[in-house]
Nanobody, 125 residues
Framework: QVQLVESGGGSVQPGGSLRLSCTAS??????????MAWFRQAPGKEREGVAA???????IYADSVKGRFTISRDKANNMVYLQMTMLKVEDTAMYYC?????????????????WGQGTQVTVSS
């Protein structure tokens, strides 16, 4: 496993933007983080996969964020980002970074053995 630390959360008005960052560390890098992803969980709701990125190829996104969110990674520095634009009230949630040694892409939580502590995103007017 790897250690993951998220940052960049905060409060923003609808239509605003935020950029989340996730820093991965640990002796098992980079093999433990071939695939990385962002998940979110709102109070009373199930955890939802938001976006995932592999070492190469195109990322995948949940339908609810397509066209608004962009995931990217800096492999040299073991970081992954989530640029969020046109934020909506329903995007309010705790956002978690996750990493997996598996090759490929998935928005299923079970795919990822390593998780960060989360960063809160609140969208309200």
């Amino acid at each position: 496993q790897v250690q993951l630390v998220e940052s960049g959360g905060g409060s923003v008005q609808p239509g605003g933007s935020l950029r989340l960052s996730c820093t991965a560390s640990g002796s098992e890098l980079p093999s433990s983080a071939h695939s990385m992803a962002w998940f979110r969980q709102a109070p009373g709701k199930e955890r939802e996969g938001v976006a995932a990125i592999y070492l190469r190829g195109s990322p995948i996104y949940a339908d609810s964020v397509k066209g608004r969110f962009t995931i990217s990674r800096d492999k040299a520095n073991n970081m992954v980002y989530l640029q969020m634009t046109m934020l909506k009230v329903e995007d309010t949630a705790m956002y978690y970074c996750a990493a997996s040694p598996r090759h490929g892409l998935s928005l299923a939580g079970i795919w990822y053995p390593s998780w960060g502590q989360g960063t809160q995103v609140t969208v309200s007017s």
